[in-house]
């Protein structure tokens, strides 16, 4: 077996055509939603194949990740709008599954409505594999949650441009963030009423997220203490203040 660098260090290997990953008391829940994604031709995720334990195994999604944000290689228009069909393709494809599923659904985060379907939760580039410069699959399907598709489309703006204050590291200019910010929404097919909608629904899922992240570390859960130590947190609310900050920009960048 060959232990897998990102995400949970230490915890995640593969072995051969598989990937072994800690389940959660999610887990059967994001099972029957990736069957649903197969029963609807969406090729993009991992095929469930069992939970043992407090392991799941699902099969390895061939592909290059990026960990760094700055990274030019995420940043390519071909890379763009591959990213944002691909997360068109798995929206759409998401499409039936609350309705269709009979079983007790739990979810790690907390369900924001509308719930229109499922999203994925952290579409980010180190959760996308790529292959000849172009995004062809998605993993980590723990954060996936009934939510509206802007909740996803926000964070996969916020993820890809990225929206983060330049004076952090590895970050660039606001012109270039917002170039990518307008390439991903056009490939992604976002109407204007999303685009208008788009700058305060990224300060909700950031503001969401960090509540969830200090509720969870207060409950002790390490790796939320760990990354609230770390400052993670105090980011994501540099961030909304940073987005907000730059709405009038964006918006018209957008629309």
């Not at 700058?199 to 409950?219: G, K, N, T, W, Y």
Request: one cysteine or more.
């Amino acid at each position: 077996m060959k232990l897998l660098e990102g995400g949970r260090t230490g915890q995640i290997w593969r072995d051969g055509d598989t990937v072994i990953r800690p389940s959660g008391a999610w887990t059967p829940t994001v099972h029957r939603f990736l069957r649903h994604l197969r029963s609807r031709g969406f090729p993009g995720a991992p095929d469930p194949i069992e939970i043992t334990g407090n392991q799941e195994v699902v099969s390895y999604i061939t592909g290059r990740v990026c960990e760094d944000l700055s990274d030019q290689f995420v940043g390519s228009e071909r890379m763009l709008l591959s990213a944002a069909r691909l997360l068109r393709d798995f929206h759409s494809a998401s499409q039936g599954f609350l309705d269709s599923d009979r079983e007790i659904q739990t979810w790690m985060l907390p369900p924001q409505e509308p719930c229109e379907i499922i999203c994925h939760g952290d579409y980010a580039p180190y959760n996308v594999a790529t292959a000849d410069h172009e995004a062809v699959g998605i993993i980590d399907f723990d954060t996936a949650h009934p939510a509206p598709r802007l909740w996803d489309l926000a964070y996969s703006v916020y993820r890809w441009a990225p929206l983060s204050d330049p004076a952090n590291p590895n970050v660039f200019g606001l012109d270039e963030q917002l170039r990518r910010a307008e390439i991903f929404c056009t490939a992604y097919g976002a109407t204007g009423e999303d685009r208008l909608q788009l700058p305060e629904m990224i300060c909700r899922r950031l503001q969401a997220l960090v509540d969830f992240m200090q509720a969870s570390a207060a409950a002790g859960d390490e790796t939320f203490v760990e990354d609230v130590n770390a400052g993670d947190a105090r980011l994501y609310l540099s961030d909304i203040d940073y987005v907000r900050n730059h709405r009038d920009r964006l918006l018209k960048a957008l629309c």
